[in-house]
């Protein structure tokens, strides 16, 4: 069910209407895990069983893990809890990939029918990495809460820390305890995906709402924004991005592919950031607080300020549940890199069950660690750029932003060409097609399309701001010009939208 079609406008406002009548505030979970049920099994209702399956694996391990008495027991059963999560994920997303690998390197042929098939045809259940990886969140943040909480009671008073204890007064009523557990992974705003939510984040979210509450000027912009950058931009750009498809980049010229590519930079910003916005508002409604997910990633000056501005709550949780319990950065410089290219490989492979989501994860994880080598050697401070002219602080921040963003791009080819041959033909053809000329049929409309996602990153681009700060003189004149913008995205929403289609992340 996509955000912007009747049927989803019908079931959330339905929905939004019950939700707040004073007659039901005490059923207002039960409602919404209602409604995310209907939103799920909308289009394929065998897959919600999959997906009950997954919320009563996670509420018994995690349950089990609050109620256990001894450490080991608790260790048992989170390990129990993760390991089902991660057989239920490689099994339904992976299965396909590596029975494919077995029949590869073993050279056995693949027979008719049997348990072979029946691995090569399951079908991927949309957003199934997103609610796995929330299911192990809470598992984890049982097992870490209740740690802490031994810890806490063998220190004296004045040592102790003020710790969450919202899993366990979670825990006391079993039934409130899988109504919330069905909450938190089915929440449907988030549930195909994201933003991605950390268990310690949601369940103390998890209260009597109120009408009166509501942040309207929070969903009146998230919206707008959401719904502008998705219908209007990545709807729009998907009709010109689709000639960099094999084979019909190979027609076009150098110039064309090249814009091409730009455009389709903007298109999967546009359209997975408009997602995440849509579900910030959705929920705020609802009276949610979802993290945000995106801050103007294209203005990054290196890679990692791009990881910590581009799917934020991906970025995050890799951080916190996977590269920090590998030891992070405090093993020394070799094993703080091998650290990083295990966790892109991994998160690569989280986008998609193909080797070349894998190759994208390692890319960035190379230059992850080709980038923190340089810095280490070269010892460079960023409070030096103070002391520069302007213009060329203005010059070198822009030649950051611009090469960052190039090394982004190429990335993005493993997304738009999963096929690693035709990736690397696409380069290939780059070179090759340098005479041909530019498609202006093609790019001016990928360029114009392209703006309002320019200019949006522009806008918080801090040496811009700066400079029309100090210029302009004009006191709130961004905010100013943004009631204009709220106004032009409403107006371009209704009359200049794309044809609908599937969200780019609803693969993953």
Known sequence: MFFNSFSFVTLFLFTFCIYYLPALRKLQVPILIAASFVFYAWNLPILLLLLIFSIVINALTSYKTIQSFTKTSR?????????????ILGLFKYGA??????????KVSTPPDGIVQLLLNLPLPIGISFYTFQGISLIVDVLREQKNIDSEKNLTERNRKPINIFFTENSKDQAKYLFNTSFFISFFPQLIAGPIVKARDFFPQIQAKYFREIPWEIVFRSLTLGYFLKMVVADNLKDYTFWITYPYYQRNGTLTNV???????MQ????????????????????????????????????????????????????????IPLGGNRHGKIRTYINLMIVMALGGLWHGAAWSYAVWGIYHGIGLAVERLWLDWKNIKKTSEEDLPFWRQVVEQSIQVIFVFSFVSIGWLLFKLPRFEEAVDFIVTLSKNINIQPFLIQIIPVLFFSLPVILYHLSNFPLL????????SIVNW???????????????IILNSGSSSDFIYFQF
Do not use: C
Request: no cysteine.
């Open 75 to 87: 260790l048992f059963w989170a390990v129990l809890g993760v390991a089902a999560n991660l057989t």
């Open 97 to 106: 990939l590596l029975t494919n690998l077995f029949l590869d390197l073993f």
């Open 259 to 265: 814009v091409l590519l730009f455009g389709y930079s």
């Open 268 to 323: 999967i910003f546009a359209d997975f950031a408009g997602y995440s916005l849509i579900a910030i508002g959705l929920a705020a409604s609802l009276g949610y607080t979802l993290p945000q997910n995106f801050n103007f990633p294209y203005i990054s000056r290196s890679l990692s300020e791009f990881w910590n501005r581009w799917h934020i709550s991906l970025s995050s949780w890799l951080k916190y549940y996977l590269y």
């Open 465 to 472: 701001r700066k400079a029309f700060d100090k210029e302009l």
């Open 478 to 492: 961004r905010y100013n010009f943004q009631d204009i913008a709220w106004g032009i995205m409403l107006f371009l």
